[in-house]
């Protein structure tokens, strides 16, 4: 049995998120337990050259919505990054996981091949499909949520690694 687009890009970037949405849900229930202020832990960061636990859900979100809008071939809608609570960045996953599984197979399949230009502010990186999803959108993705985890965790946060994975 073949891997399609859909296969590799919808459920993956769906359990990720909602992962990271339950690894939240933990930092939050850490914040009320222990009387720690939820504005200190989502503006913690590893080191200083880093973003903060805001910042890294905010672009795991948009790296997944990303994905799939233009695995679709769709202009990719904007999303304000403005969230201050734990609450509102779980809005935001819920949001963008509504988003993503509104697509059905057959428009994300057959998108391997199609061309996927990205506008960064160092330049422009040209993909096609499949190399643009397995090569840059799901590391991405992995990376930002394994942030977070690891701020919350550092910040002790009781999670462990069955956390990270989510259920399947």
Do not use: W
Not at 79 to 93: G, K, P, S, V, W
Not at 95 to 123: C, N, Y
Not at 125 to 135: K, R, S
Request: a neutral charge; charged letters at 20%.
């Amino acid at each position: 049995m073949t891997l399609s687009m859909y296969q590799a890009s919808v459920p993956v970037l769906v359990r990720a998120l909602k992962a990271l949405s339950g690894v939240l849900h933990k930092g939050a229930a850490f914040a009320r337990e222990r009387n720690v202020s939820p504005e200190v832990l989502l503006n913690t960061r590893i080191i200083a050259d880093m973003f903060p636990l805001a910042r890294q859900v905010q672009i795991a979100t948009d790296m997944a919505k990303g994905a799939v809008y233009r695995l679709a071939g769709q202009d990719v809608p904007s999303m304000d990054d403005n969230e201050a609570t734990f609450e509102q960045l779980q809005e935001r996953i819920a949001r963008v996981i509504g988003m993503i599984e509104a697509f059905t197979p057959a428009q994300i399949d057959g998108s391997e091949d199609r061309s996927i230009v990205l506008k960064l502010r160092s330049g422009e990186l040209t993909f096609n499909g499949q190399d643009y999803l397995l090569g840059f959108v799901l590391p991405n993705v992995y990376f930002h949520c394994t942030t977070s985890y690891s701020i919350l965790r550092g910040e002790g946060v009781p999670l462990g690694k069955a956390d990270f994975l989510g259920k399947a």
